[in-house]
């Protein structure tokens, strides 16, 4: 982790945030604490496709935001129907034109929102995929990557969109990498290994040498490809199914969960 970035853990009356501040934009990573989800979603489940109550789901959401200190965004925030694919949103602007142009967009499918638009809260859910924040000045991008982004590089491809909409270099970027299934309880079959291991390099072990899959690992050297710099990838390591206590994991919990959120806004 460099020195001038990082993630502050910080409990916001129950909403635990892993947060951060770089130029205008407040981003946070949520844990599963401080919500009114009951079993087997207890208790800040942001996912609104996993059998929880809406209405749960709903202050569930209004929560996290107030963490982040944009609770008067509510109406304004986007999130995705995540597909697994490697589609990048742009929202430019924060007009009532082009939020309903955005959610048309994205209900369609999308894994990253790149936001270079003031007020407009942005929320991706996760439950062992990795969520990825990348942020300058002046915007920002939340992204998914399962293992089908991760070998599509979604991540490189959100941070050279972003720099594109921004108007900055890859370089100006800092990315921030959040709880995810870490190698060490990740098993995958060999084929999967050998594919990881022809796009990686030897960021991955090849096929035969061992079935643990470091997403993480994979995620940093597709944006240090895309330009990001090393000294500017935070990743904290921090493991779902370790800390399965603070964040959910569909793994541990036998695909019956809530989901924590990779969180994001725009200040005026």
Not at 182 to 192: G, H, K
């Amino acid at each position: 982790m460099m020195a001038d970035f990082g993630l502050t853990r910080t409990d916001h009356k129950g909403v635990v945030l892993n947060e951060a501040r770089v130029g205008a934009v407040s981003l946070a990573f949520t844990e599963r604490t401080g919500g009114v989800s009951e079993p087997p979603f207890r208790s800040l489940n942001l996912g609104a496709h996993v059998g929880d109550d809406p209405a749960a789901v709903a202050e569930n959401r209004r929560r996290a935001l107030a963490a982040l200190g944009c609770a008067d965004l509510a109406d304004r925030l986007l999130v995705p129907n995540q597909v697994h694919g490697d589609a990048v949103a742009r929202v430019r602007a924060g007009d009532a034109a082009e939020l309903a142009r955005v959610r048309k967009e994205i209900a369609a499918g999308a894994d990253a929102i790149v936001c270079t638009a003031p007020r407009v809260p942005v929320l991706l859910n996760f439950a062992d995929c990795v969520p990825v924040i990348l942020a300058c000045d002046t915007g920002f991008a939340v992204v998914h990557s399962g293992w089908k982004g991760t070998i599509a590089a979604i991540a490189g491809k959100a941070a050279r969109v972003l720099a594109e909409t921004a108007g900055v270099s890859t370089g100006d970027l800092v990315a921030f990498v959040g709880p995810h299934i870490t190698a060490d309880a990740y098993e995958v079959s060999d084929e999967l290994i050998g594919r990881f291991h022809a796009r990686f390099g030897a960021v991955v072990p090849p096929e035969g040498a061992t079935r643990l899959l470091d997403l993480g690992g994979c995620i940093r050297a597709a944006l240090e490809e895309a330009g990001v710099s090393a000294a500017r990838i935070v990743d904290p390591d921090l493991s779902t199914v370790r800390e399965n206590d603070r964040f959910f994991s569909y793994r541990a919990e036998h695909g019956r969960c809530g989901r924590h959120g990779a969180l994001a806004v725009l200040s005026a």
